[in-house]
């Protein structure tokens, strides 16, 4: 079955940097794009960043584009989320996400940008 297990979240303070990593597996992952989502608290589930399946395009929110960059190796069935110049607005859980039949997500990780 598909499972995604996010990792790399923390506390973090403000223009700091993290970097999540998502391992996958149960599918074959070099066929499919894969997702970073985050969700803050009161707000709706935003869509942060997408790579295509070779890697070879991402695509950004305009909140965090200049400062994330996705990326994935699909020797090792990972995918990345470097986040720089983090922001307290950036705090939420942060979900790992493709889309086979059905959207699968991980279970999330916690960022807190704060001081």
């Known amino acids: 079955q598909v499972q995604l297990v996010e990792s790399g979240g923390g506390l973090v303070q403000p223009g700091g940097s993290l970097r999540l990593s998502c391992a996958a597996s149960g599918f074959t992952f070099s066929s499919y794009a894969m997702r970073w989502y985050r969700r803050a608290p009161g707000k709706e589930r935003e869509l942060v960043a997408t790579?295509?399946?070779?890697?070879?395009?991402?695509n950004y929110a305009d909140s965090v584009k200049g400062r994330f960059t996705i990326s994935r190796d699909n020797a090792k069935n990972m995918v990345y989320l470097q986040m720089n110049g983090l922001k307290p607005e950036d705090t939420a859980v942060y979900y790992c996400?493709?889309?086979?039949?059905?959207?699968?997500w991980g279970q999330g990780t916690q960022v807190t940008v704060s001081s």
């Open positions: 790579i295509t399946s070779a890697g070879g395009s991402m």
């Open positions: 996400s493709v889309h086979r039949a059905v959207r699968y």
